[in-house]
């Protein structure tokens, strides 16, 4: 069955003012509403919104959640709430100070709405992701990371540039967390159904791995005060419209592992279908040993940087303190 059509998005800045004006300029949903603590931007931003869509003849409000209990009934939330990083940082600086934010963000997403799905987007993302699952205690399928369908873009935008043919016939396909050791699989990456491997050269495709694994601070570079948002937020609308529709598509998205893979209490990218429902399924890909090697490092990383939150006393129910792995 197909959910009901409230999107609210805590965060309106770079990243989730243009997921708003994705949606609204597809009518995806009928209402937008945007959370911030900078109301007065919002409400500009909300406004403007509002007026494309009538001139792109759409029929989506966008607004402004002034209280928190404007937020009731929201179907779906996108938290972009938090700092971007900046030339020289990594996803993983940003930890303290948006994981407070997050907390601070999900106690309320409890309150107000909570039979809702989550999407997280704020950096660094996996953790962000455990964050909200711990802190809003809703089941694991309804809280999702924002982070596979972007890497997978911008891997897919390399091959491109590569080759100059096939748009939009790549497929290509990216693992495990948000960070520095994502998994590009390049020997999963297709172009209309032909591997990868059969037509790049392996120093090519070694290329185009890194420049995806560094796709986002390559854009930092150049912006200097803030990270990507266009690829982002249209990665994020894909995944709201995934949810609203009910299509069941599969995407790599950051989910709760819970032996999946071998790996319990923590958050990584895998391939999902997603629904109504949040997670409708996860799949578990056969992965060969440099593939596994590569997702345990990932993995790992993502576990040190919750193990630090742990040990901080950072998680309110105490039991979510205990560490489980080092
Ligand atoms: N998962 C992913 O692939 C990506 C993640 N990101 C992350 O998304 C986050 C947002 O990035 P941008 O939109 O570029 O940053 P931004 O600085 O443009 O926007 C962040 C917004 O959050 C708001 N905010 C901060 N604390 C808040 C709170 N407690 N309640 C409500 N609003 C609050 C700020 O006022 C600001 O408007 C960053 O953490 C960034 O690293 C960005 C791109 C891709
Ligand atoms: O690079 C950043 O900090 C923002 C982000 O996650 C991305 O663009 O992939």
Redesign the pocket.
């Known amino acids: 069955m197909a959910r009901g059509k409230k999107v609210t998005i ?9 997921v708003a004006y994705s949606l609204a300029m597809k009518g995806t949903c009928h209402e937008v509403m945007l ?4 109301p007065e ?2 409400k500009g931003k909300a406004l403007d919104m509002s007026q494309a869509a009538n001139a792109a003849r759409q029929h989506t409000l966008v607004s402004v959640a002034e209280k928190a209990e404007d937020m009731a009934g929201t179907d779906v939330f996108v938290v ?6 900046k030339p020289g940082m990594s ?1 993983d600086d ?1 930890l303290m100070m ?1 994981a407070q ?1 997050t907390k ?2 999900v106690t309320d997403i409890r309150e107000q709405a909570p039979d809702s799905i989550i999407i ?6 996996d953790v ?1 992701t455990y964050v909200a699952l711990k802190e809003s205690g809703f089941p694991k399928e309804r809280v999702v ?3 596979g369908i ?2 997978s873009a911008r891997m897919a935008h390399f091959i491109y540039e590569k080759i100059r043919y096939g748009a939009g016939q790549i497929r290509a396909s990216v693992m495990g967390g ?1 960070g520095d050791d994502m998994v590009p699989l390049p020997k999963f990456s297709t172009v209309a159904g032909v591997p990868l491997t059969d037509i790049l050269s392996e120093e090519e495709i070694l290329d185009v791995v890194e420049r995806t694994k560094h796709g ?1 601070a390559e854009i930092v570079g150049y912006l200097k005060t ?4 266009y ?3 249209k ?2 609308a894909i995944m709201v419209e995934a949810i609203l529709k009910d299509t069941r598509q599969i995407h790599p998205c ?1 989910v709760y592992l819970d032996g999946h893979y071998g790996y319990r209490d923590v958050v990584s990218g895998v391939p999902i279908a997603l629904g109504a429902n949040g997670v409708e399924k996860l799949f578990e890909v056969t992965l060969n040993e440099n593939q596994k090697k590569r997702f345990a490092k990932s993995v790992a990383s993502v576990r040190s940087m919750i193990n630090v939150l742990k040990r901080n006393n950072f998680f309110t129910n105490p039991e979510d303190n205990i560490i489980t792995e080092e």
């Open positions: 805590i965060g309106a800045g770079n990243v989730g003012a243009t959370r911030d603590r900078n931007i919002a972009t709430a938090g700092f971007p990083r996803r940003l948006n934010i601070e963000v997280m987007v704020s950096n660094p993302l962000m990371g924002m982070a972007l890497d948000h986002g803030g990270s990507a948002y690829a982002p937020a990665s994020t950051a």
